[in-house]
Protein backbone atom coordinates (compact mmCIF):
# COMPACT_ATOMS: atom_id res chain seq x y z
CA UNK A 1 0.00 0.00 0.00
CA UNK A 2 1.53 3.25 -1.29
CA UNK A 3 0.55 6.45 0.68
CA UNK A 4 1.30 9.88 -0.70
CA UNK A 5 2.82 11.89 1.61
CA UNK A 6 0.54 15.49 2.67
CA UNK A 7 1.87 18.41 4.03
CA UNK A 8 -0.35 18.59 7.03
CA UNK A 9 0.37 21.97 8.12
CA UNK A 10 1.92 24.35 5.68
CA UNK A 11 3.86 27.12 6.25
CA UNK A 12 5.87 25.54 8.99
CA UNK A 13 9.21 25.39 7.77
CA UNK A 14 10.53 27.33 10.52
CA UNK A 15 8.90 26.39 13.63
CA UNK A 16 10.26 22.68 12.07
CA UNK A 17 13.76 23.82 11.37
CA UNK A 18 13.79 25.27 15.11
CA UNK A 19 13.24 21.65 16.48
CA UNK A 20 17.18 21.15 16.05
CA UNK A 21 18.86 22.67 18.93
CA UNK A 22 22.16 23.66 17.10
CA UNK A 23 19.77 25.37 14.62
CA UNK A 24 18.76 27.52 17.36
CA UNK A 25 22.04 27.98 18.13
CA UNK A 26 22.87 29.33 15.12
CA UNK A 27 20.14 31.90 15.13
CA UNK A 28 20.56 32.92 18.41
CA UNK A 29 24.30 33.80 17.40
CA UNK A 30 22.96 35.23 14.38
CA UNK A 31 20.88 37.51 15.73
CA UNK A 32 23.61 38.49 17.69
CA UNK A 33 25.76 39.67 14.66
CA UNK A 34 26.17 38.48 10.76
CA UNK A 35 28.85 36.01 10.87
CA UNK A 36 30.76 33.85 7.94
CA UNK A 37 30.51 29.79 8.61
CA UNK A 38 34.17 29.85 10.64
CA UNK A 39 32.64 32.33 13.20
CA UNK A 40 29.56 30.15 13.43
CA UNK A 41 31.63 27.04 13.98
CA UNK A 42 33.62 28.64 16.53
CA UNK A 43 30.95 28.71 18.68
CA UNK A 44 29.59 25.13 18.35
CA UNK A 45 30.59 21.83 18.90
CA UNK A 46 30.37 20.96 15.92
CA UNK A 47 32.34 21.17 12.30
CA UNK A 48 32.34 23.76 9.27
CA UNK A 49 30.29 21.56 7.32
CA UNK A 50 27.96 20.70 9.54
CA UNK A 51 27.11 24.32 10.27
CA UNK A 52 26.99 24.68 6.19
CA UNK A 53 24.25 22.25 6.32
CA UNK A 54 22.36 23.36 9.29
CA UNK A 55 23.05 26.55 7.04
CA UNK A 56 21.21 25.45 4.16
CA UNK A 57 18.42 24.13 5.71
CA UNK A 58 17.86 27.67 7.73
CA UNK A 59 18.64 29.44 3.94
CA UNK A 60 15.75 26.91 2.66
CA UNK A 61 13.12 27.79 5.67
CA UNK A 62 13.55 32.05 4.94
CA UNK A 63 15.29 32.48 8.13
CA UNK A 64 18.94 32.82 6.88
CA UNK A 65 20.66 34.96 3.94
CA UNK A 66 23.56 35.27 2.82
CA UNK A 67 26.16 37.53 1.29
CA UNK A 68 29.36 37.31 -0.42
CA UNK A 69 32.19 39.43 0.96
CA UNK A 70 35.22 38.43 -0.96
CA UNK A 71 36.12 34.76 -0.64
CA UNK A 72 33.70 34.62 2.44
CA UNK A 73 30.13 34.25 2.52
CA UNK A 74 28.00 36.26 5.79
CA UNK A 75 25.00 35.06 6.88
CA UNK A 76 22.26 37.05 9.03
CA UNK A 77 19.06 36.51 9.96
CA UNK A 78 16.47 36.79 7.18
CA UNK A 79 14.22 39.91 8.66
CA UNK A 80 10.77 38.55 6.50
CA UNK A 81 11.60 35.08 7.58
CA UNK A 82 12.07 35.62 11.32
CA UNK A 83 8.62 38.64 10.98
CA UNK A 84 6.44 36.08 9.41
CA UNK A 85 7.76 33.29 12.72
CA UNK A 86 6.72 36.21 15.04
CA UNK A 87 3.44 36.85 13.31
CA UNK A 88 2.59 33.33 13.56
CA UNK A 89 3.61 33.26 17.35
CA UNK A 90 1.77 36.70 18.06
CA UNK A 91 -1.77 34.98 16.22
CA UNK A 92 -1.74 31.90 18.50
CA UNK A 93 -0.55 33.79 21.65
CA UNK A 94 -3.23 36.21 20.84
CA UNK A 95 -5.92 33.68 20.22
CA UNK A 96 -4.49 32.05 23.47
CA UNK A 97 -5.34 34.82 25.06
CA UNK A 98 -8.69 35.26 23.81
CA UNK A 99 -10.09 31.88 24.95
CA UNK A 100 -8.70 32.50 28.25
CA UNK A 101 -10.74 35.85 28.79
CA UNK A 102 -13.57 34.67 27.38
CA UNK A 103 -13.26 31.24 29.68
CA UNK A 104 -12.41 34.05 32.16
CA UNK A 105 -15.27 36.61 31.49
CA UNK A 106 -18.59 33.53 31.39
CA UNK A 107 -20.71 33.33 34.64
CA UNK A 108 -20.35 31.30 37.00
CA UNK A 109 -23.58 29.11 37.97
CA UNK A 110 -24.33 29.31 41.92
CA UNK A 111 -24.89 26.29 43.81
CA UNK A 112 -28.41 26.47 46.03
Do not use: C
Amino acid sequence: MNLRFVETYPGDEGWGVLGDRTRRAIVMSLAERPQAVGELADGLPISRPAVSQHLKVLKDAGLVAEQAVGTRRIYRLNEAGVAALRDQLDTFWNRALGGYQDLVEQPTEEKP
